[in-house]
């Protein structure tokens, strides 16, 4: 039974005020989100910014199109700094979301460490080989083009 971390890193051209207003605000993650991923929020009246104790409630349709509910909890908020988000029910036995960011010459770091342990001991561990640790590596890739979309690429 593994446990995993999947870091990335990512400069962006703006002020920590833009990276932070549009990271922080829920309505903008299915924009970071490939759309084969079917993600949807399912929570109603979401507030335009996350808070520390926030629950967001999702589908999302990870492997072969098939539904899942995930839920997450905003564990901690440090504003313009970073924030946690921690599954509390969904397709992993442990999700820990870290989003850092901070002010670089030219703009902003956006780091993100995702720790991670799958379900189904052993077998969990290989679908992690094969498959897990390439779809995140994927999700990420997609993300880091939809944010230099809306931002612009690093120079």
Known sequence: MGFYQFKRSQKIPATIDEVWDFISSPANLKEITPDYMGFD????DLPEKMYPGMIISYIVKPLLGIPTTWVTEITKVTDKAYFI??????PYKLWHHQHFIEPIEGGVMMRDIVSYQPPFG???SIMNSLV??????EIFDYRV?????RFGEFK
């Open 85 to 90: 988000d921690e599954q509390r029910v969904g």
């Open 145 to 149: 083009q939809a944010v230099n979309k």
């Open 122 to 124: 052993i077998l969990g």
């Open 41 to 44: 929020i399912t929570s109603e």
């Open 132 to 137: 897990i640790r390439k779809k995140l590596k």
